[in-house]
């Protein structure tokens, strides 16, 4: 079973549509959360951090759960240039463990 | 600032060559590290520095050498290339290597690799 599993989508969309991507890990002993995104050939950057309290940047908002070991990602009014991979990212300390990411197409 | 470079962008070896992926940062971070993505598996760590002199493996390092004698770089070294080592390779850079939600990794553009 891999540490962090994410939704293998894909996820298709019209613009404007809210969507939201599930990720669970299974090390409890990890500290800190990120959403990455990775456009196609491309290298991942960071979208946003995610805090215990639950976090938003503009139509992004994150979401994390310690007890259910879950992090979420909600997109509200989905613009074609989210279309795009997104990675689930959790620090245990000196290393970073991804998921296989969630592919999102948003279509006109 | 360039950022964290990598070259080449695209090599192709044979197997048993060996060869060097290069990687640089020009953003006095400490935490270096080299990931390999293959499809379905997302990035995978291979090695990874917290300082100059100071190297140590991650969740798949072996195959891979790395060396870290400047802030600078951290090169990457295939020792005899396997097929299975065909992948994309990213190096990434961070201010440190803490758990804090504020330690945004830096990638590089990444290095195309077809072992044959």
């Known amino acids: 079973r891999k540490e962090v599993e994410q939704d293998p989508g894909p996820f298709n969309v019209p613009e404007g549509a809210t969507v939201a991507f599930n990720c669970t890990y299974s090390?409890?002993?990890?500290?800190?959360f990120f959403w990455y995104r990775q456009d196609c050939r491309k290298e991942p950057k960071l979208l946003m951090s995610?805090?215990?309290s639950g976090n938003e940047d503009g139509r992004f908002t994150a979401q994390l759960n310690r007890a259910s070991q879950y992090i979420s990602l909600l997109i509200r009014d989905s613009k074609l240039s989210d279309s795009a991979t997104y990675l689930c990212v959790v620090n245990r300390g000196n290393d970073m463990r991804f998921g296989a990411g969630t592919r999102l197409t948003v279509k006109p | 600032n360039a950022g964290v470079t990598q070259t080449p962008k695209f090599q192709v070896l044979k197997t048993g060559q060996s060869m060097t992926l290069q990687c640089a940062q020009d953003m006095n971070h400490e935490y270096m590290s080299w990931y390999r993505q293959d499809p379905g598996m997302g990035l995978r760590l291979i090695h990874y520095s917290v300082g100059a002199g100071i190297t140590d493996q991650g969740e798949v390092p072996n195959g891979y050498n790395v060396s870290r004698s400047t802030t600078e770089d951290f090169p990457l070294r295939l020792l005899s290339a396997a097929p299975s080592q065909t992948s994309v390779y990213f190096c990434?850079?961070?201010?440190?290597?803490?758990?804090?939600?504020?330690?945004?990794?830096?990638f590089g553009p990444g290095t195309r690799l077809t072992v044959l």
């Open positions: 995610v805090y215990s």
């Open positions: 990434a850079s961070s201010y440190t290597s803490g758990m804090s939600s504020y330690n945004e990794q830096f």
């Open positions: 090390n409890s002993a990890s500290q800190s």
